[in-house]
C-alpha cells in the first residue's frame, strides 16, 4: 500500500477528512522553503504538495505564480526539490506524510519520464500532480510511474461529466482531485452545494478518495469542504501568507514561518473538527 | 530521423498527434471544451452551408483571392530566381490572419458562444479578431504583451476603434508568449460561454490542423495562380514563421509535390549565435508548453527561456507542432533571418517595389534576398508577403533614426 493509501486509510479510521497543503518549493528560498516542509505536519497537513515552479503556469492565478518566479529566482531546480524531500524524510524521520509533486509536464518530459519517476521515488516523493497532463496524454508516463510505485492524481473538473469520469480515473490512484471551480489557482471558490453534488457524483465512478481543491481561504471554507470529502486542499492561501512574511526587499521576516504555520493550524482545526460516519 | 510517409497532408492523429508532436496537454478543465471544439469543427467542415458562408465572406469582405504578383524590379536586382510575392498583405486588416479569424469566429457562431477571446503579438490577429466579432457582434477580449502593446500601439488603437477590449500582460516577458498563458487562464474561468481563437497552428488539437486548414487557401490560390502565370507549378516556396499559420497555409498544399521546394524563415534575433532570438526549430529542443509538444527554446530542466525578436509577431519561443514534425521528416528546410537582415529588406522593398511590409515578411524577404542569386532564372520562387507595414512605420523609423 501506497503512503497516501495509508494515510487516506488512517483518516478513515479516525473518521475525518485530511488536511492537504500546497507550498511552492524554493519559495522564497530555498532554505525558507526547507524550514516550512519540514514543519507542515506538525502544524496539521495530512498531506504535503510540493508545487514544481515553472516558467509558464497556465493553470495558475497570480499567488502562485509569484511564488514560482520568487522561487526561481532564488535558484529552485528539479533536483534541488528532490533534495528538499530526501532531507525532509531523512531528518524529520518522518516516514508517513505522503509529499505529491504539483505542477507542469515540461520538466518531467525533459528530464524523461522515467528517470523523472525513478529519482522523484528515490527521493521519498509519492504522487504526482501534473496539471496540463490529461489522461489522453498520460500514457507516455503512467507505466514509468506505476514501476516507481508513484500514484498519480488526475484532476477532474466541474465540465468532467459522467462519460468522461471512467477515462481520468483509470489513470488516477491515490486520490482523485475535484478541481471545485472554473478557474485558475487562488481565485473564486465554490459553494457547498456545488462541491456535495460533484464529490456525490464522483464516488458514483469510483472508490478512490476525493480531495476537493481551488478557492479554499478559510478554516470555515476548510470544513465545509471536509463535510463532504475525503480532503480538502489548500494553496493559493498558504503562499499568500508566505508572502505577506517578506519585507520590502523580499527578505523573509522571522515571523514568517512562524505565521504559515499558525494559519495551517487553523486550517487543520477547521477540518479535524468535522466528525465522519 | 522516420521515414517519408507516402503523403505528408494526412496528419494529425485522431489524438491530435504529428508523429510525437501535437496532442492535447491542457487542464482537465479545458479538455472536454477541446472535444467539443473538435466535434463542432468536424461537423462544420462537412457542412457546405460553413464552406459557402466563409467562401463568400473571404470573396467579398476580406477580398479574396489574394494576387499573386510577379516583382520584376527585385528579380532583377537579386539576379536569380523569378520572384512572385503572394500578396496577402492586401486581405481586409492588412495580414492573413483574417483567413483564420473568419472561420473560426464563424465557428464560435455556430456553437452558441457568446465571447471570443484571443491573444495577439504584431497585434494582427487581435486585429482580425476584433474585426470579425465587430462584424458578428460578439463581445471580444484580446490579450497583448504590455512590450508589444508599446511597439505595436497602431493596432491597439484599431482593435479599440473595432470595439474590443484590450488586456497587457505585464508578467513573464510581456511578449506573445505571456499572452497565451493569460488567454488560456481566462479561458480555463469562462469556457462554459467563451471561445478561443487561437492565431496561429499552435495550441491543443484541433487548433493546429484547423488554422491550417482555414490557411491553406493561400496555397490553393497559388497554385491555382501560378498555373495561370507560368503554366506550371513553383519551384520554390518561402515564408516566415513564428507559430508557422502563414507558411503553413502557403506549404501545405504543396508538400506532396515533391519537386516543391520548402522554406521556413524563422526570426534569428540578434543572431542564433548570439542565444538572443526566436528560432525555435533552428535554437530548440521538443517540450511541451501551450498545450502541444513542439519545438522550444528552453533551459536545460524545461524553464521556457525567452524569444528575442524586433518582429512581434515572431517574438515567440515555440512554434506550430506540424512544422516540428515536418522538419524532423526532412519535407520542409528551416532557416532563419536576423533583425538587421528583416529591416534590410523591410527598406528594399520600400524603395524597390513601392511595398511597405511588416516586419515578418520582411524576414522571409531577408532569406530570398540570400538564396534568390543562387538560383537559376528560371526557377519560380513565391515568398507569402504576409502582413502590411503600417503597424511598423513607427518603430522601424525609431530603429533608423528617422525624424518623424
Known sequence: ?277 | MPSAPNSFRTGPDERGHFGIFGGRYVAETLMPLILDLEKAYNAAKADPTFQNELDYLLEHYAGRPSPLYYAKRLTEKLGGAKIYFKRDELNHTGSHKINNVLGQVLLAKRMGKTRVIAETGAGQHGVATATACALFDIPCVVFMGAVDVARQAPNVVRMNMLGAEVRAVTAGSATLKDAMNEALRDWVATCENTFYCIGTVAGPHPYPAMVRDFQCVIGNETRVQMMKAEGRLPDTLVACIGGGSNAMGLFHPFLDDKGVRLVGVEAGGKGVETGEHAASLTGGRPGVLHGNRTYLLQDAEGQITEAHSISAGLDYPGIGPEHSWLKEAGRIEYVSATDDEALAAFQMLCKLEGIIPALEPAHALGHVIKLAPTLPKDNLLVMNLCGRGDKDVFAVAERLGMKI
Do not use: W
Open chain 1, 1 to 277: 500500500m501506497s503512503r497516501i493509501a495509508k494515510r487516506f486509510a488512517r483518516l478513515k479510521a479516525d473518521k475525518r477528512a485530511g488536511l492537504v497543503t500546497y507550498v511552492t518549493a524554493g519559495d522564497p528560498n530555498l532554505d525558507v522553503s526547507y524550514q516550512i516542509l519540514k514543519g507542515l505536519p506538525a502544524a496539521g497537513a495530512d498531506l504535503i504538495e510540493l508545487g514544481m515552479p515553472f516558467t509558464d503556469p497556465m493553470a495558475d492565478g497570480p499567488s502562485i505564480q509569484l511564488a514560482g518566479q520568487r522561487a526561481l529566482k532564488a535558484g529552485i531546480t528539479v533536483d534541488a526539490t528532490f533534495d528538499m524531500v530526501r532531507r525532509f524524510r531523512k531528518e524529520t524521520g518522518d516516514n508517513d506524510t505522503p509529499i505529491l509533486l504539483m505542477g507542469y509536464y515540461n520538466l518531467v518530459y525533459q528530464r524523461g519520464p522515467e528517470r523523472f519517476c525513478k529519482d522523484a521515488a528515490a527521493a521519498g516523493v509519492d504522487g504526482f500532480i501534473l496539471v496540463d497532463l490529461p489522461p489522453e496524454e498520460a500514457d507516455e508516463l503512467k507505466p514509468h510511474a506505476v514501476a516507481a510505485g508513484i500514484d498519480t492524481v488526475l484532476l477532474t473538473a466541474p465540465t468532467t461529466d459522467d462519460a468522461r469520469l471512467p477515462a481520468v480515473l483509470k489513470y488516477s490512484s491515490g486520490f482523485v482531485y475535484f478541481v471545485s471551480v472554473l478557474g485558475i489557482t487562488g481565485t473564486s471558490s465554490a459553494t457547498e452545494e456545488a462541491v456535495r453534488t460533484h464529490v456525490e457524483r464522483i464516488k458514483r465512478h469510483t472508490d478512490l478518495p476525493i480531495g476537493v481543491g481551488f478557492g479554499i481561504r478559510t478554516p470555515d471554507q476548510a470544513a465545509a469542504i471536509a463535510r463532504h470529502a475525503d480532503a480538502a486542499v489548500v494553496g493559493s492561501a498558504i503562499v499568500e501568507r508566505v508572502k505577506a512574511g517578506l519585507d520590502d526587499g523580499g527578505k523573509a521576516k522571522p515571523d514568517l514561518v512562524p505565521g504559515v504555520f499558525a494559519y495551517i493550524k487553523a486550517l487543520a482545526d477547521g477540518v479535524r473538527g468535522v466528525r465522519k460516519a
